[in-house]
């Protein structure tokens, strides 16, 4: 979304204003825990042929894509804005600081730098309205019951299922193909495997324990409340709760690989 909104704002110009409407309070806060919070941005693989053939379902349809954008333009869309990237020997390239927060920074800037606006609100519902002398326009309502009319929608719905971006797609009359998981996580409750966590811990150290965990429930698609109760929860569960109000980065290692698991 942040990406797409970029390259809008950048051919627009003084033509036109984009506006991104994000549902959480967290922007970009799958991308601060990707990669085990390295961010993997892309892989090295530059023959779109050969890069297709990395995507089982909607690969031939992908062909096209990819001769117009593919990892080398990533690669050369990221070192244009000062950020290098790296090559591991399983081909995933990641920041050469090895900090989600390099990419994060970048896109966040520029966002800015391109005249992107960006609301912490969510779009409740989309229609498509009738516009005399020129194509339509969409009119959407959002999660606090504010409306706003817009020329252009780009909807960036993610790989939830539960999103409500595909609910709107279908409603101006799109068909969506079924889902089948791709990248998941096991969730197993056994405080024995505490001990076998990593090193590693994929944490926002700027954020207080409280808000790590809250932000991770609200990317799971719980309610601002349910995501407080379940933080209290966990951070009992894990016996964090006295550190809970305090920046992740001043945790010792096991706090934070606790954090992790929570």
Same mark, same amino acid.
């Given at each position: 979304?942040?990406?797409?909104?970029?390259?809008?704002?950048?051919?627009?110009?003084?033509?036109?204003?984009?506006?991104?409407?994000?549902?959480?309070?967290?922007?970009?806060?799958?991308?601060?825990?990707?990669?085990?919070?390295?961010?993997?941005?892309?892989? $090295?693989? =530059?023959?779109?042929? &050969?890069?297709?053939?990395?995507?089982?379902?909607?690969?031939?349809?992908? %062909?096209?894509? +990819? /001769?117009?954008?593919?990892?080398?333009?990533?690669?050369?869309?990221?070192?244009?804005?000062?950020?290098?990237?790296?090559?591991?020997?399983?081909?995933?390239?990641?920041?050469?600081?090895?900090?989600?927060?390099?990419?994060?920074?970048?896109?966040?800037?520029?966002?800015?730098?391109?005249?992107?606006?960006?609301?912490?609100?969510?779009?409740?519902?989309?229609?498509?309205?009738?516009?005399?002398?020129?194509?339509?326009?969409?009119?959407?309502?959002?999660?606090?019951?504010?409306?706003?009319?817009?020329?252009?929608?780009?909807?960036?719905?993610?790989?939830?299922?539960?999103? $409500?971006? =595909?609910?709107?797609? &279908?409603?101006?009359?799109?068909?969506?193909?079924?889902?089948?998981?791709? %990248?998941?996580? +096991? /969730?197993?409750?056994?405080?024995?495997?505490?001990?076998?966590?990593?090193?590693?811990?994929?944490?926002?150290?700027?954020?207080?324990?409280?808000?790590?965990?809250?932000?991770?429930?609200?990317?799971?698609?719980?309610?601002?409340?349910?995501?407080?109760?379940?933080?209290?929860?966990?951070?009992?569960?894990?016996?964090?709760?006295?550190?809970?109000?305090?920046?992740?980065?001043?945790?010792?290692?096991?706090?934070?690989?606790?954090?992790?698991?929570?």
């Amino acid at each position: 979304g942040f990406f797409a909104a970029i390259a809008a704002a950048e051919a627009l110009g003084e033509g036109g204003r984009v506006t991104i409407y994000e549902a959480t309070a967290h922007p970009l806060a799958k991308v601060r825990v990707s990669g085990g919070g390295r961010c993997n941005v892309t892989h $090295a693989c =530059f023959e779109p042929r &050969e890069l297709v053939k990395r995507y089982p379902r909607g690969g031939r349809e992908l %062909l096209g894509a +990819f /001769h117009r954008w593919q990892p080398r333009d990533t690669v050369a869309w990221f070192a244009a804005r000062g950020v290098e990237l790296k090559t591991e020997e399983d081909g995933r390239m990641f920041p050469v600081t090895d900090d989600s927060a390099t990419i994060v920074e970048c896109l966040q800037q520029a966002a800015k730098a391109a005249g992107v606006e960006l609301i912490t609100k969510g779009v409740r519902k989309a229609e498509r309205v009738g516009r005399e002398g020129g194509p339509p326009a969409f009119w959407l309502t959002l999660t606090d019951g504010g409306e706003m009319r817009c020329d252009r929608l780009l909807l960036a719905t993610g790989g939830n299922r539960a999103s $409500a971006g =595909f609910t709107m797609a &279908e409603s101006l009359g799109h068909a969506i193909e079924p889902l089948v998981p791709s %990248l998941f996580t +096991f /969730h197993i409750d056994d405080a024995r495997l505490i001990g076998l966590s990593g090193q590693f811990a994929a944490v926002d150290e700027y954020l207080t324990g409280r808000e790590n965990i809250q932000m991770v429930g609200q990317l799971y698609q719980l309610s601002a409340k349910a995501a407080r109760k379940r933080a209290d929860e966990l951070l009992e569960r894990f016996n964090l709760t006295e550190a809970a109000n305090r920046p992740s980065k001043t945790y010792s290692g096991g706090m934070r690989r606790r954090l992790d698991l929570a």
